[in-house]
């Protein structure tokens, strides 16, 4: 059995490593290159966003301009116009203060990436609900169109055009859920590193 002094020994060396590790700051450079290459990250997929948008309100005004041969209602394409634009503008507005994130203080570096992972919660969730919108809204069409007419496309067209519809939306519900997970993940992350900072 050992002697107690040699007991008392262990444990205060086990302290004193315990407090040498709890005194450990948390990896503050690591943070800010990761902010940046989320920057850049979000830039890409911000100009991603404007070009589809700018595709899709294209498209929209070519099939106005087909007169008679539109193959969805006016008033269907002047609402996924209005979407597009809102839904757009909205998610930029969301992100409108989250471009810079130059010399930062640690506590408000670590508040900045914290708010800029729940906006990008809020932009993927409404995303996926509009995607489930518009998807449920051009099924009511082609139903509606083949039941009752005027018949603009065919109906293995409009099949088509729901089932692609109908993978988009389970692709960008798919997408949301992986991207939830990892951004609930790093908001507990973040939360840590802020009490890691505060204890310091």
């Known amino acids: 059995m050992k002697p107690e002094t040699d007991m008392f020994d262990e444990w205060a060396d086990l302290q004193s490593v315990w407090q040498v590790q709890a005194a450990v700051a948390p990896d503050l450079p690591g943070l800010r290159r990761e902010v940046e290459r989320r920057l850049r990250r979000m830039r890409v997929v911000c ?25 969805l209602p006016v008033p269907m394409i002047i609402a996924f116009m ?4 809102g839904y757009t503008s909205w998610a930029l507005w969301q992100r409108r203060r989250q471009w810079l994130a130059v010399a930062l203080a640690p506590h408000a570096l670590i508040e900045f990436e914290r708010a800029r992972t ?3 919660l809020r932009i993927w ?15 009511v069409n082609a139903i509606h169109a083949m039941q009752n007419g005027p018949v603009r496309l065919p ?6 055009v729901v089932g692609l519809n109908a993978w988009v939306v389970l692709a960008s519900a798919a997408l949301g859920w992986w991207l939830g ?8 992350r973040l939360q840590a590193m ?4 505060q204890a310091n």
């Open 47 to 71: 100009a991603l966003e404007v070009l589809v948008a700018f595709v899709a309100l294209g498209n929209c005004t070519r099939a106005l301009l087909m007169h008679d041969r539109v193959p």
């Open 82 to 85: 209005a979407l597009i634009l």
């Open 118 to 120: 729940l906006t990008s």
């Open 125 to 139: 969730r409404v995303s996926t609900w509009l995607a489930l919108g518009v998807w449920i809204a051009l099924t």
């Open 155 to 160: 109906a293995y067209t409009w099949l088509i």
């Open 181 to 188: 997970r990892r951004r609930r993940q790093r908001l507990r």
């Open 194 to 197: 802020q009490q890691e900072l």
